[in-house]
T-cell receptor
Framework: AQSVAQPEDQVNVAEGNPLTVKCTYSVSGNPYLFWYVQYPNRGLQFLLKYITGDNLVKGSYGFEAEFNKSQTSFHLKKPSALVSDSALYFCAVRGFNDYKLSFGAGTTVTVRA | DAGVIQSPRHEVTEMGQEVTLRCKPISGHDYLFWYRQTMMRGLELLIYFNNNVPIDDSGMPEDRFSAKMPNASFSTLKIQPSEPRDSAVYFC????????????FGQGTRLTVV
């Protein structure tokens, strides 16, 4: 069975400071990993993904994420957070031969001005 | 492409009534997923289809829930009879799965059962 853990329900940072949202996963074989963002009353928007290759992947809106196979982690990062980054962030995983996409519980990010 | 389209955006119904949620996936996508989002349970995968065929419905909570995909451009999720605990936001998503393509989500249907 595959699963995703987002250990922090909430992350609070000041605007301009670096932002990190943590994610660890469990899956058989090589993983496909994804980050999504959800704004109030909206659907989930894709941010970035890791399929293979470089462990550091870059995505939309200045976000990036680092894949660490030994720690089974895929943390989302942004060097300088904006107030507009305040939203609910989801990490998701699926296995190479498994088409079921499993989501973490989500982390609410609040960036204060 | 307009993306994944769900209707209605909001639905309020009385307990015991039948509710039908609709989804139009992105053209050409061969996988379709139905998710439910609640504060208590987060995002739950209810069922997914490949080429219109249901592959895994293990997330469907009860026999009151059913889903169909009669063709590649349309899917429905039906709840009959509805109960207050079914109140949630229901999302439809579609994707190519090959090559690790991401899933694209609709705007969701907010269901309230009173």
């Amino acid at each position: 069975a595959q699963s995703v853990a987002q250990p922090e329900d909430q992350v609070n940072v000041a605007e301009g400071n670096p932002l990190t949202v943590k994610c660890t996963y469990s899956v058989s074989g090589n993983p496909y990993l994804f980050w999504y963002v959800q704004y109030p009353n909206r659907g989930l928007q894709f941010l970035l993904k890791y399929i293979t290759g470089d462990n550091l992947v870059k995505g939309s809106y200045g976000f990036e994420a680092e894949f660490n196979k030994s720690q089974t982690s895929f943390h989302l990062k942004k060097p300088s957070a904006l107030v507009s980054d305040s939203a609910l962030y989801f990490c998701a995983v699926r296995g190479f031969n498994d088409y079921k996409l499993s989501f973490g519980a989500g982390t609410t990010v609040t960036v204060r001005a | 492409d307009a993306g994944v389209i769900q209707s209605p955006r909001h639905e309020v119904t009385e307990m015991g009534q039948e509710v039908t949620l609709r989804c139009k996936p992105i053209s050409g996508h061969d996988y379709l997923f139905w998710y439910r989002q609640t504060m208590m349970r987060g995002l739950e995968l209810l069922i997914y289809f490949n080429n219109n065929v249901p592959i895994d419905d293990s997330g469907m909570p009860e026999d009151r829930f059913s889903a169909k995909m009669p063709n590649a451009s349309f899917s429905t999720l039906k709840i009959q009879p509805s109960e207050p605990r079914d109140s949630a936001v229901y999302f439809c998503a579609s994707s190519f799965i090959r090559g690790g393509t991401e899933a694209f989500f609709g705007q969701g249907t907010r269901l309230t059962v009173v």
